[in-house]
């Protein structure tokens, strides 16, 4: 069966994926995720139709499915059709007890209903996002809907935590109730959603940012060991906290050690995380090298949200996944009821019969120095060191500030950030978030004067701490908005998280951002010439035209 996405960075020639998706998704599985998003949209407009509140259980159930439509979450076709069982339930309750409210509607999104896999698929062609066809409205409605899964994720995080924001699942209710109607489809509606959706993102990092904070205290300077010990271990991967949290407390002395991979890593800068003295360390890189690191590690593999790809052998009965992950057949760790924590003892005995990871990259003879990763500058550690980046910035011993953020991939094309990193002058400040970060934190770059020129302020949610660093240090530069600042912004995307960031950064205003390493299939013709003549949008350049920039131009720093 056809079908068509072209959501994430990888797309197939960056047009789109038709036949099955490069990420690993079937088409079925695209398909049934085409008709889970139409009844959710439907679920939407119930709501708002009924002029009731929000019901308790439908706010976190549209969170939960966009969240499981992000690239590289969930492949599990099972739990993708009952979840379109689920939304159509909620609906169909909403339009039995408020009946009197649809009296005069037809729309085949609020009354449709199936019950079975066959009946799904044979809905799906009309459910494509194809179904759109002019182009540009495709295009921001997309645009809007993949913000809307980045900011959906991160409030699912924040709400595990017990920090609820109502206006972020009011924003993502109405906003899928109107977008499910083609009268509300007008560029000049599309582009003001897509503005609000940047600045609900924004929010939705800020209260993941203070939940994160709340419960496990403000990140902290780390230093990061890469190389395992000599117990048996348990490897975490995704962005979950929560989840570390609870599976770090059912290991405290069992004789096992947790290690975090890919986005996970911030987690090691917690204090309320880093206590514990089992949380050994980081081992491996970014999400797309789990099929070359996840053999060596040799013990199970829980992972708590995106990105997962297709599963090797060799560890595929080691693989657990929780939350909004999933793939077929693998075992899946269950929400805890009200009050208890996730119960991942199966997982823990696994653990137990299985051998210590091997060390990756460096002698396994036990010789080697550990080697470690430098984490640990969010939000209030980059405010603290405010006053000696204003004065490096005064003085010229910081000439710019690089913010390279985002995700990783694996195409070749991705070292363009890796060659920045490595060969943007020395007096250069390098400010990171998300899984991007890999392609610099290996990478000996110094320190001007007591800061490491490299600056990790954690996962993608925690761009909002650059983005409120950046904001303090305007304010106490006296410069009049960010863009007057000498910063540099090389985004890498991949999936829609950042889609959901960049729409934030354009929100706050952010001018000239360098987007990459190409740009989005989902942006028509038009939307991308809107980018660049009112945001001076560009993709990535060649690498040698782009790091001209950073020995030529002198930013004047302008007086507000
Ligand atoms: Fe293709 Fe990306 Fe969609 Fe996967 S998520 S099907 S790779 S566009
Ligand atoms: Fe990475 Fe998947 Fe985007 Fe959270 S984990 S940033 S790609």
């Known amino acids: 069966m056809s079908m068509f996405c072209f959501q994430c960075q990888e797309t197939l020639r960056n047009e789109g994926c038709t036949q099955h998706g490069m990420c690993g998704k079937s088409s079925d599985c695209s398909n049934l995720m085409d008709v889970l998003l139409y009844s959710v949209r439907g679920l939407a407009l119930a709501v708002e139709l009924a002029?009731?509140?929000?019901?308790?259980?439908?706010?976190?159930?549209?969170?939960?499915?966009?969240?499981?439509?992000?690239?590289?979450?969930?492949?599990?076709?099972?739990?993708?059709?009952?979840?379109?069982?689920?939304?159509?339930?909620?609906?169909?309750e909403i339009l039995h007890d408020y009946e009197e409210k649809f009296s005069d509607r037809t729309d085949d999104i609020l009354f449709w209903n199936a019950a079975t896999r066959n009946e799904f698929l044979a809905k799906s062609p009309t459910t494509s996002v194809l179904m759109v066809t002019n182009p540009d409205i495709r295009s921001m409605r997309e645009m809007l809907m993949y913000g809307m899964k980045g900011t959906a994720a991160y409030a699912w995080h924040a709400r595990r935590l017990g920090f609820v924001n109502d206006e972020i699942h009011q924003f993502l209710i109405h906003r899928l109730a109107q977008t499910s109607q083609s009268s509300h489809c007008t560029t000049e509606n599309l582009l003001r959603l897509l503005r609000e959706c940047g600045k609900t993102a924004l929010s939705a990092m800020q209260l993941l940012n203070a939940a994160n904070t709340h419960h496990f205290g403000e990140p902290e300077p780390t230093l990061v060991r890469t190389t395992p010990g000599t117990r048996p271990g348990i490897l975490v991967s995704g962005h979950d906290l929560c989840d570390l949290e609870d599976l770090l407390i059912q290991t405290m002395d069992v004789g096992i050690d947790i290690y975090t991979h890919g986005e996970m890593l911030p987690a090691n800068a917690?204090?309320?995380?880093?206590?514990?003295?089992?949380?050994?360390?980081?081992?491996g890189g970014s999400w797309w090298r789990q099929n070359l690191e996840f053999e060596s590690f040799n013990g199970p593999i829980l992972m708590t949200s995106n990105c997962l790809i297709p599963l090797r052998e060799c560890y595929k009965n080691?693989?657990?996944?929780?939350?909004?992950?999933?793939?077929?057949?693998?075992?899946?760790?269950?929400?805890?009821?009200?009050g208890h924590l996730k119960d991942f003892s199966e997982i823990i005995r696994l653990a137990k019969t299985l051998p210590p990871p091997e060390p990756l990259g460096i002698p396994a003879d036990g010789t080697a120095e550990p080697e470690y990763l430098t984490i640990g500058f969010g939000f209030a550690q980059l405010k603290k060191s405010s006053e000696e980046i204003m004065a490096g910035l005064k003085s010229g011993e910081i000439r710019q500030i690089l913010i390279m953020a985002g995700c990783d991939g694996r195409h070749a094309s991705r070292r363009y950030f890796e060659e920045l990193v490595k060969n943007v002058p020395h007096d250069t400040l390098i400010l990171t978030a998300g899984c991007a970060k890999y392609r610099g934190n290996h990478l000996e770059l110094g320190s001007i004067g007591n800061l490491p020129r490299f600056l990790d302020a954690g996962q993608c949610n925690d761009s909002w701490s650059i983005l409120s660093f950046l904001n303090e240090l305007r304010e106490m530069m006296n410069v009049k908005d960010i863009n007057a600042l000498p910063v540099h912004f090389h985004i890498a995307w991949y999936e829609q998280k950042a889609v959901c960031v960049l729409l934030a950064m354009i929100a706050l205003g952010v001018r000239n951002i360098h987007l990459g390493p190409t740009l989005p299939a989902f942006c028509s013709r038009n939307v991308l010439q809107y980018l660049t003549e009112n945001h001076s949008l560009r993709k990535t350049g060649k690498i040698e035209e782009d790091l001209d920039a950073f020995q030529n131009e002198e930013k004047l720093l302008e007086k507000s």
């Open 270 to 283: 917690y204090p309320e995380l880093k206590k514990f003295p089992h949380l050994h360390g980081n081992y």
């Open 51 to 92: 002029e009731i509140p929000v019901p308790d259980n439908v706010g976190p159930h549209i969170e939960r499915v966009l969240f499981t439509t992000i690239t590289n979450a969930n492949f599990d076709e099972l739990r993708i059709e009952s979840l379109i069982r689920e939304t159509l339930r909620m609906r169909n």
């Open 318 to 338: 080691r693989i657990f996944t929780t939350g909004t992950a999933g793939w077929p057949g693998i075992r899946h760790i269950p929400e805890p009821t009200v």
